[in-house]
Nanobody, 126 residues
């Protein structure tokens, strides 16, 4: 089970940190990803991290602004979001990919993820 938290309202240029706590399963063997879905748009890949944390991927629009990291001892994955923009407004979902692969083709593809959190809303607005 995945529980995403940390969403809220923030002004453009501001920062927000999301976190996703896992219970059950073997968190340290899962690749973890963050995806988002804006109103009227399809769900899109945001960031992903390999099971050991040594490999990360980001969609181009968030590179340099967002950072994904994980703490396997706490069964938690984080997404630090800086310099937020209105286009970042969306429901953010965390998800777990259980194959253990660190390849981009696996971790950036939402179809490869088995477990999903309930989503947390991020609104960037003045």
């Amino acid at each position: 089970q995945l529980q995403a938290s940390g969403g809220g309202l923030v002004q453009p240029g501001g920062s927000l940190g999301l976190y996703c706590a896992a219970s059950g399963g073997t968190f340290s063997t899962y690749g973890m990803g963050w995806f988002r879905q804006a109103p009227g748009k399809e769900r899109e890949f945001v960031a992903a991290i390999s099971r050991g944390g040594g490999t990360t991927y980001y969609t181009d629009s968030v590179k340099g602004r967002f950072t994904i990291f994980r703490d396997n001892a706490k069964n938690t994955v984080y997404l630090q979001m800086n310099i937020l923009q209105p286009d970042d407004t969306a429901v953010y979902y965390c998800a777990a990919e259980v194959s253990g692969s660190s390849r981009y083709a696996m971790l950036a593809n939402s179809d490869k993820y088995v477990y999903w959190g309930q989503g947390t809303l991020v609104t960037v607005s003045s």
